[in-house]
């Protein structure tokens, strides 16, 4: 399985950007779609998760701001990110959790950066 992200760029604080994440394969059911981010110097942090029935989760820091998505049927997930900051900086990760050969499993996307400049 791989997850292929995309939709990172540059945009001025107030702006907005939509991630999109693609997990492609063979013979996986997906339980849990996430975006992490890690800006420069600091630990990777949750931003959002989305189950496969649509029940999200929000950091603190991007609820109302923020807005993640789910296509069962493209194995897709999108990240809307609205009134962006300059604080929302940093390379954001596609995670996923999936149920493939008898096991559930992790699997991490390459990462697509985005910069919010003030």
């Known amino acids: 399985v791989q997850l292929q992200a995309s939709g990172g760029g540059l945009v001025q604080a107030g702006g907005s950007l939509r991630l999109s994440c693609v997990a492609s394969?063979?013979?996986?059911?997906?339980?849990?779609m996430a975006w992490y981010r890690q800006a420069p110097g600091k630990e990777r942090e949750l931003v959002a998760t989305?189950?496969?029935?649509?029940?999200?989760n929000y950091a603190d820091s991007v609820k109302g701001r923020f807005t993640i998505s789910i296509d069962n049927g493209k194995n897709t997930v999108y990240l809307q990110m609205n009134t962006l900051k300059p604080a929302d900086t940093g390379v954001h990760y596609c995670?996923?959790?999936?149920?493939?050969?008898?096991?559930?499993?992790?699997?991490w996307g390459q990462g697509t950066q985005v910069t919010v400049s003030s």
């Open positions: 995670h996923a959790y999936l149920w493939r050969n008898g096991l559930f499993r992790n699997y």
């Open positions: 989305i189950t496969s029935g649509g029940l999200t």
């Open positions: 394969g063979s013979s996986f059911t997906i339980n849990t």
